[in-house]
Protein backbone atom coordinates (compact mmCIF):
# COMPACT_ATOMS: atom_id res chain seq x y z
CA UNK A 1 0.00 0.00 0.00
CA UNK A 2 1.40 3.30 -1.07
CA UNK A 3 2.41 6.12 2.04
CA UNK A 4 1.70 9.05 2.06
CA UNK A 5 2.55 11.20 -0.33
CA UNK A 6 3.78 15.07 -0.49
CA UNK A 7 4.21 17.33 -3.33
CA UNK A 8 6.12 19.52 -3.87
CA UNK A 9 9.90 17.57 -1.45
CA UNK A 10 11.12 21.54 -2.56
CA UNK A 11 9.60 24.99 -2.66
CA UNK A 12 12.02 27.94 -2.70
CA UNK A 13 9.50 31.18 -2.82
CA UNK A 14 10.24 34.88 -1.83
CA UNK A 15 8.74 37.06 0.67
CA UNK A 16 5.18 38.01 0.41
CA UNK A 17 4.58 35.09 -1.76
CA UNK A 18 2.15 32.76 -1.35
CA UNK A 19 2.06 28.80 -1.52
CA UNK A 20 0.10 25.98 -1.77
CA UNK A 21 0.85 22.63 -0.78
CA UNK A 22 -0.01 18.94 -1.54
CA UNK A 23 -1.08 15.64 0.77
CA UNK A 24 -1.96 12.57 -0.67
CA UNK A 25 -3.05 10.38 2.50
CA UNK A 26 -3.21 6.63 2.59
CA UNK A 27 -5.74 4.97 0.43
CA UNK A 28 -8.83 4.37 3.16
CA UNK A 29 -7.93 7.09 5.73
CA UNK A 30 -10.05 9.96 6.11
CA UNK A 31 -7.89 12.30 8.38
CA UNK A 32 -5.14 14.30 7.54
CA UNK A 33 -3.04 16.47 9.94
CA UNK A 34 -0.23 18.95 9.44
CA UNK A 35 2.53 20.30 10.91
CA UNK A 36 5.20 22.89 10.50
CA UNK A 37 9.23 21.27 11.79
CA UNK A 38 11.24 24.64 12.47
CA UNK A 39 14.94 24.15 13.88
CA UNK A 40 14.14 26.80 16.79
CA UNK A 41 10.36 25.98 17.22
CA UNK A 42 10.60 22.01 16.78
CA UNK A 43 7.62 20.21 15.28
CA UNK A 44 4.21 22.33 15.56
CA UNK A 45 0.42 21.10 15.23
CA UNK A 46 -0.66 23.27 12.75
CA UNK A 47 -4.77 21.71 11.66
CA UNK A 48 -5.79 18.28 11.31
CA UNK A 49 -9.19 18.08 9.24
CA UNK A 50 -10.98 14.47 8.59
CA UNK A 51 -14.34 14.06 6.05
CA UNK A 52 -13.91 17.43 4.36
CA UNK A 53 -14.20 19.51 7.73
CA UNK A 54 -11.44 21.11 10.00
CA UNK A 55 -11.14 18.79 13.54
CA UNK A 56 -8.55 20.85 15.37
CA UNK A 57 -6.25 24.04 14.80
CA UNK A 58 -3.30 24.89 16.13
CA UNK A 59 -1.74 28.81 17.43
CA UNK A 60 -0.84 29.56 13.46
CA UNK A 61 -1.92 32.65 11.99
CA UNK A 62 -4.46 33.22 9.61
CA UNK A 63 -1.96 33.02 6.91
CA UNK A 64 -2.36 29.48 7.46
CA UNK A 65 -5.18 27.73 5.93
CA UNK A 66 -6.36 24.56 4.60
CA UNK A 67 -8.63 22.09 3.15
CA UNK A 68 -10.10 18.48 2.68
CA UNK A 69 -10.99 16.92 -0.80
CA UNK A 70 -13.75 14.39 -0.64
CA UNK A 71 -11.11 12.06 -1.97
CA UNK A 72 -9.59 13.27 1.55
CA UNK A 73 -6.56 14.49 -0.39
CA UNK A 74 -5.68 17.75 1.54
CA UNK A 75 -4.12 20.83 0.95
CA UNK A 76 -2.22 23.97 2.64
CA UNK A 77 -1.76 27.43 1.88
CA UNK A 78 0.19 30.07 3.16
CA UNK A 79 0.06 33.45 2.06
CA UNK A 80 1.84 36.13 2.12
CA UNK A 81 5.24 34.57 3.10
CA UNK A 82 7.45 35.58 5.95
CA UNK A 83 11.26 34.69 6.13
CA UNK A 84 9.86 32.61 9.63
CA UNK A 85 7.52 30.44 7.09
CA UNK A 86 10.66 28.25 5.97
CA UNK A 87 10.34 25.37 7.10
CA UNK A 88 9.94 21.39 6.77
CA UNK A 89 5.53 21.31 6.50
CA UNK A 90 4.37 17.46 7.26
CA UNK A 91 1.41 15.54 6.68
CA UNK A 92 0.04 13.06 8.41
CA UNK A 93 -2.58 9.98 7.63
CA UNK A 94 -4.96 8.56 9.56
CA UNK A 95 -7.70 6.39 9.78
CA UNK A 96 -10.51 7.80 11.77
CA UNK A 97 -10.01 11.28 14.09
CA UNK A 98 -10.02 9.47 17.06
CA UNK A 99 -6.95 9.09 18.09
CA UNK A 100 -6.99 5.45 18.36
CA UNK A 101 -5.38 4.63 14.59
CA UNK A 102 -1.59 4.96 14.17
CA UNK A 103 -0.68 8.09 12.01
CA UNK A 104 1.36 7.82 9.02
CA UNK A 105 3.74 10.86 8.31
CA UNK A 106 4.91 11.74 4.84
CA UNK A 107 8.53 12.98 3.69
CA UNK A 108 7.35 16.71 4.13
CA UNK A 109 7.97 19.81 1.71
CA UNK A 110 10.86 21.53 2.77
CA UNK A 111 9.72 25.45 1.90
CA UNK A 112 12.45 28.25 1.82
CA UNK A 113 11.32 31.54 1.85
CA UNK A 114 14.00 34.17 0.51
CA UNK B 1 -2.15 17.44 26.97
CA UNK B 2 0.45 16.45 30.12
CA UNK B 3 4.46 17.85 29.70
CA UNK B 4 7.06 15.70 29.01
CA UNK B 5 10.96 15.74 29.76
CA UNK B 6 13.46 13.51 27.79
CA UNK B 7 17.35 13.96 27.86
CA UNK B 8 18.43 16.00 24.96
CA UNK B 9 20.69 13.13 23.86
CA UNK B 10 21.62 9.64 24.28
CA UNK B 11 24.49 7.46 23.04
CA UNK B 12 24.35 3.49 22.28
CA UNK B 13 26.59 0.79 21.52
CA UNK B 14 25.66 -1.14 18.45
CA UNK B 15 23.90 -4.39 19.25
CA UNK B 16 23.02 -3.09 22.52
CA UNK B 17 19.83 -2.18 24.47
CA UNK B 18 18.85 1.08 23.79
CA UNK B 19 17.02 2.70 26.93
CA UNK B 20 15.23 6.14 26.58
CA UNK B 21 13.68 7.50 29.74
CA UNK B 22 10.83 9.93 29.68
CA UNK B 23 9.07 11.83 32.79
CA UNK B 24 5.66 12.92 32.63
CA UNK B 25 4.70 13.61 36.04
CA UNK B 26 1.25 15.41 35.23
CA UNK B 27 0.00 12.83 33.63
CA UNK B 28 -3.75 12.20 34.09
CA UNK B 29 -5.59 9.09 33.86
CA UNK B 30 -6.85 9.40 31.03
CA UNK B 31 -3.98 10.17 29.26
CA UNK B 32 -1.79 7.08 27.13
CA UNK B 33 1.52 7.90 26.37
CA UNK B 34 3.29 7.58 22.93
CA UNK B 35 6.66 7.45 20.84
CA UNK B 36 7.20 8.55 17.60
CA UNK B 37 10.52 8.97 16.36
CA UNK B 38 12.03 10.76 13.50
CA UNK B 39 14.92 9.32 11.33
CA UNK B 40 17.04 12.92 9.71
CA UNK B 41 15.02 14.15 6.95
CA UNK B 42 12.41 11.75 6.93
CA UNK B 43 8.61 12.33 8.72
CA UNK B 44 7.94 10.86 12.29
CA UNK B 45 7.61 6.94 12.90
CA UNK B 46 5.11 5.72 15.46
CA UNK B 47 6.80 3.45 17.89
CA UNK B 48 4.58 2.22 20.44
CA UNK B 49 1.79 3.89 23.21
CA UNK B 50 0.77 2.79 26.20
CA UNK B 51 -2.11 3.39 28.78
CA UNK B 52 -0.30 1.61 32.33
CA UNK B 53 0.36 -1.69 30.92
CA UNK B 54 3.94 -2.83 29.74
CA UNK B 55 3.76 -2.79 25.76
CA UNK B 56 5.82 -4.99 23.21
CA UNK B 57 5.60 -4.62 19.46
CA UNK B 58 7.86 -5.83 17.10
CA UNK B 59 10.32 -2.48 17.06
CA UNK B 60 10.52 -1.78 20.80
CA UNK B 61 9.08 -1.96 24.72
CA UNK B 62 7.26 0.71 26.48
CA UNK B 63 7.56 0.17 30.14
CA UNK B 64 5.58 2.76 31.96
CA UNK B 65 5.72 2.82 36.17
CA UNK B 66 3.10 1.73 38.60
CA UNK B 67 2.32 5.54 39.27
CA UNK B 68 2.70 6.45 35.52
CA UNK B 69 4.98 9.41 36.26
CA UNK B 70 7.73 8.08 33.91
CA UNK B 71 8.31 5.69 31.29
CA UNK B 72 10.59 3.42 29.73
CA UNK B 73 11.56 3.14 25.62
CA UNK B 74 13.20 0.16 25.16
CA UNK B 75 15.18 -0.81 21.60
CA UNK B 76 16.39 -4.16 22.29
CA UNK B 77 19.31 -4.82 20.04
CA UNK B 78 19.87 -1.32 18.67
CA UNK B 79 21.31 -1.27 14.96
CA UNK B 80 22.75 2.17 13.49
CA UNK B 81 19.34 2.46 11.46
CA UNK B 82 17.94 3.22 14.90
CA UNK B 83 20.07 6.91 15.40
CA UNK B 84 17.37 8.99 15.34
CA UNK B 85 15.26 11.81 17.46
CA UNK B 86 12.52 9.89 20.23
CA UNK B 87 9.65 11.69 20.88
CA UNK B 88 7.79 11.10 23.74
CA UNK B 89 3.92 12.21 24.16
CA UNK B 90 1.13 12.09 26.26
CA UNK B 91 -2.22 12.36 25.08
CA UNK B 92 -5.83 11.51 25.30
CA UNK B 93 -7.98 9.35 22.81
CA UNK B 94 -11.28 10.32 21.45
CA UNK B 95 -9.66 13.86 20.70
CA UNK B 96 -8.20 14.25 17.32
CA UNK B 97 -5.14 13.16 15.81
CA UNK B 98 -2.99 16.39 17.24
CA UNK B 99 0.62 15.15 18.79
CA UNK B 100 2.03 17.48 21.07
CA UNK B 101 5.99 16.96 20.13
CA UNK B 102 8.52 18.27 22.57
CA UNK B 103 12.16 18.82 21.82
CA UNK B 104 13.04 14.88 22.02
CA UNK B 105 15.99 12.93 22.47
CA UNK B 106 18.78 12.41 19.97
CA UNK B 107 19.66 8.87 19.89
CA UNK B 108 23.13 7.58 18.48
CA UNK B 109 24.39 4.45 17.67
CA UNK B 110 27.76 3.95 17.36
CA UNK B 111 29.35 0.94 16.09
Known amino acids: KAGVTQTPRYLIKTRGQQVTLSCSPI?????VSWYQQTPGQGLQFLFEYFSETQRNKGNFPGRFSGRQFSNSRSEMNVSTLELGDSALYLC?????????????FGPGTRLTVL | DAKTTQPTSMDCAEGRAANLPCNHSTISGNEYVYWYRQIHSQGPQYIIHGLKNNETNEMASLIITEDRKSSTLILPHATLRDTAVYYC????????????FGGGTRLMVKP
Open chain 1, 27 to 31: SGHRS
Open chain 1, 92 to 104: ASSFSTSGYNEQF
Open chain 2, 89 to 100: IVRVLNAGNMLT
